[in-house]
Nanobody, 125 residues
Framework: QVQLVESGGGLVQAGGSLRLSCAASGRAFSSYTMGWFRQAPGKEREFVAAITRSGGNTEYAESVKGRFTISRDNAKNTAYLQMNSLKPEDTAVYYC??????????????????WGQGTQVTVSS
């Protein structure tokens, strides 16, 4: 089992920044691909970013490329999502997730088997 706890969400003005954290406990954190997803009200949960076990490769949704950066610190069992130049359309609940099976930069929810509870990000215009 893997437990994930997100933090760092909040209310920010458009153009501002936030840094989300995802603390993992349980089995070996460094063995898994990590991903971030988000879900806005009335919409499907969508892929945001993913990072490989070593942190050497990343993948981003087109909507966040150049503004968001995913990273991880395996010594701290923590993944991060640095969000800059935030827009109102970034408003959503953000979830981190673990892929313990496919171990690739998956963009589909079905490729991730453990999820956190989510943290709310609200961007005001």
């Amino acid at each position: 089992q893997v437990q994930l706890v997100e933090s760092g969400g909040g209310l920010v003005q458009a153009g501002g920044s936030l840094r989300l954290s995802c603390a993992a406990s349980g089995r070996a954190f460094s063995s898994y691909t990590m991903g971030w997803f988000r879900q806005a009200p009335g919409k499907e949960r969508e892929f945001v970013a993913a990072i490989t076990r070593s942190g050497g490769n990343t993948e981003y949704a087109e909507s966040v490329k150049g503004r968001f950066t995913i990273s991880r610190d395996n010594a701290k069992n923590t993944a991060y999502l640095q969000m800059n130049s935030l827009k109102p359309e970034d408003t959503a609940v953000y979830y981190c997730a673990v892929d313990s099976t496919f171990l690739r930069l998956g963009v589909r929810r079905s490729e991730y088997d453990y999820w956190g509870q989510g943290t709310q990000v609200t961007v005001s215009s």
